[in-house]
């Protein structure tokens, strides 16, 4: 057929007149007369009626159609109340692309089978919707901090040292050396940059082995970092709460029909772009939980998230933890020069129970310091010297932050679990397909 195609929601606002649509067999069923086949694809789903006697010599072919069969349709569309979207498109043309056998998806199938055929699965309503929340998003963050003059830098994904701890390092084999990993964050090699850039951002994957099953956990994710030279911890606050604003707001503008798929409640988004977030000290914290959920952490363990979830719990906006204890904390953090038990990081802890979406802190300047900090986490100071030039050479105050993507995108679209805001998710146990 050489015919203009048009997406399926073009030609729903076009809702009168001849249309010619493409794309999958979404659900069909059939009579002797009749083949009524829901057709969707990127935008939308559309019924398609074909009369038999209209398709004679077709007929058998039609008959016989399955589900995720691909199409060509030409015909008259109108409105019809009773159509899932409220158009019926009565078929004139039909030119059958691709067959397609017995489609191996349905209700019954449990995670770790749909999981097997994720690839898919990715067809899905829900997996679609989310799917464009998720480009909305990745946009959103390159919009957010390109219009306020930050660079995009990479970092190699190969590297040398480890910056969040040992315990959820990967070791590739590379070439028969030791001491190859692959990247857990840019912050080690970002930092350097700022001597260049001085305002710098990233999206790009990061890899952590969790070996905790959890619903907020993956091996593989994506990790949108900044770094700022001249930057002081409120600077770091700042960004970090325009750019989560900017993001929910972009959503909320631009994927109403995806979040109503997703039966997502908008009221509970809507505060977080009108309210200031919720600030507070890992102390105050602490306090809280006591107070308000008789919770007795005690001074210096991290808070699990229990804890968070419990303080999420008791507002409708995310909560910037600041000044933790120093021994919880990772070694480049600044210590507090009037507390030197507590450093300059920060954690944003979702609404909802979606747990924490941004880890960022202002940067340690005092290079004996990080050295000692290394070697008390069993470093050899030696391995990062790269790293510590930045502390020799023009050192400036400054400091960073990164957000997970696809917690960011759980919490938005209210899903179960993150393994379903990244296309192919890669946990402890999945890596396949
Ligand atoms: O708090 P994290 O470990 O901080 C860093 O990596 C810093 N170097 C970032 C920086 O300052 N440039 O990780 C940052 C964020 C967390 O807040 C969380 O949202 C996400 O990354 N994250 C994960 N997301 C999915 N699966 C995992 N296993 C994650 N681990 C961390
Ligand atoms: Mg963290």
């Not at 050489?2 to 649509?21: H, R, Y």
């Not at 957010?144 to 190699?156: D, I, L, T, V």
């Not at 090699?189 to 951002?201: N, R, T, V």
Request: glycine share 6%.
């Amino acid at each position: 057929m050489s015919e203009k195609f048009i997406s399926i929601s073009e030609a729903i606002k076009q809702n009168k007149g001849k249309v010619a649509i493409r794309g999958w067999i979404y659900r069909e069923r059939g009579s002797n007369e009749f083949k009524f086949l829901v057709i969707r694809d990127s935008s939308d789903i559309i019924q398609c009626v074909l009369k038999k006697e209209k398709f004679k010599k077709q007929w058998e072919d039609i008959d016989k159609l399955q589900i995720e069969a691909s199409l060509e349709i030409i015909g008259q569309i109108k409105e019809d109340k009773r159509a899932p979207t409220g158009y019926e498109i009565s078929a004139e043309k039909i030119n059958i692309v691709g067959l397609s056998e017995s489609f191996p998806i349905n209700k019954d199938l449990n995670e770790e089978l749909l999981g097997d055929r994720r690839h898919l699965w990715l067809r899905s309503r829900k997996m679609t919707a989310i799917l464009k929340i998720r480009s909305t998003i990745f946009g959103a963050i390159h919009e957010y901090f390109r219009k306020n003059n930050f660079y995009e830098y990479q970092s190699p994904i190969f590297q040398s040292v480890q910056c969040e701890g040992g315990s959820t390092l990967f070791s590739v084999p590379y070439f028969g050396q030791k001491g190859v990993f692959l990247a857990q964050t840019w912050q080690l090699y970002a930092e350097p940059a700022i001597f260049s850039l001085e305002k710098i951002y990233t999206i790009a994957p990061s890899f952590r082995a969790e070996k905790s099953k959890t619903s907020r956990h993956l091996t593989e994710y994506w990790h949108a970092e900044m770094e700022v030279a001249w930057a002081n911890f409120e600077d770091i606050l700042f960004y970090g709460e325009e750019l989560i604003k900017h993001i929910v707001k972009k959503v909320l503008d631009e994927n109403k029909e995806e979040l109503k798929i997703l039966e997502r409640d908008v009221k509970k988004l809507e505060p977080v772009i009108n309210k200031k977030f919720v600030r507070m000290t890992y102390t105050e914290a602490l306090k809280l939980l006591k107070e308000k959920a008789n919770m007795n952490i005690e001074w210096g363990k991290d808070l699990r998230t229990i804890e968070e979830d419990k303080l999420s719990s008791m507002f409708d906006v995310p909560i910037m933890i600041t000044n933790y204890p120093k021994i919880v904390k990772a070694f480049y953090m600044k210590e507090d020069s009037k507390d030197k038990k507590v450093v300059h990081g920060v954690d944003f802890i979702a609404p909802e129970g979606y747990g924490e979406i941004i880890g960022g802190s202002e940067r340690e300047s005092d290079i004996e310091k990080i050295k000692k900090n290394l070697i008390e986490m069993g470093e050899d100071p030696a391995n990062y010297e790269f790293y510590l030039d930045t502390r020799k050479y023009g050192s400036i105050p400054h400091g960073g932050f990164g957000l997970g993507v696809e917690r960011v995108i759980a919490w938005i679209c209210g899903l179960d679990t993150i393994k379903d805001a990244i296309p192919f998710p890669r946990t402890m146990t999945r890596w396949k397909p």
